[in-house]
């Protein structure tokens, strides 16, 4: 009942006009990397609501149904529930890993990775191997790749950063632009924390690295300093 429930809530809180604007935000159109990508234009904070409210009714079963949904915003709330179930269940918290790695294809956005990875995979593997994130750095999959640099969020945040750098060295020559944001943004936040560890890094690469990428990552800096590294 609660599955029909919460979906019943989220059908009646869409907004088509906002839904027109999210498709094109989120690159939905044939050939964009949200490709196929549905919105019913709901805002994130009511997302979070719904999600507090259902989050201890709801099974894995129901949460893989939301999770394999066409509508963006049924896939964001099943993974806001994964979150607030990996905070509150200590006991489920490698189940939850497992299933969130397993449907890695329906985390098909940058702001479904970018809520989700740091939560769940970047906390699980905080204490433990983190190989499976090389394993997803050097897959030919972009939201994989994604989920991985993304991951290393809160290993910065504990003022860890070897496998944020050696991530990035592995992404600095992807092709893709989702990818050259990430790695960027990811390397600034070491920067915050440890300005000589992304300086030494930048310095090694940062003639090479995608313009984006480097923008990114300097994009904190003053303002002499930024324009000595973009005037490569």
Known sequence: MSLSQIKKEILKLANPQKAKIL?????TAKGEYGEGDVFLGMTVPISRTLASEFWDKLTFDDLQELLNSKFHEERLIALLILIKKYDK??????RIFDFYLKNYKNINNWDLV???????????LLDKNRKILYEFSLSDDLWKKRIAIIST???????????????????????HDLIH????????EVGKRDLNIEENFLK???????RTMLRYAIEKFEETKRQKYLAK
């Open 204 to 210: 090694k690469h940062y003639k090479t690295m995608p």
């Open 89 to 94: 269940e200590e006991g489920e918290r490698k």
């Open 153 to 175: 969020f809160t290993f910065i945040r504990n003022c860890d950063f070897e496998d944020t750098i050696k991530m990035s060295k592995i992404l600095l020559n992807d092709k």
């Open 181 to 188: 944001k990430a790695v960027g943004w990811m390397l600034r």
């Open 114 to 124: 970018d809520l989700s990875a740091p939560n769940i995979v970047g906390n699980y």
């Open 23 to 27: 498709q094109r935000f989120f690159k």
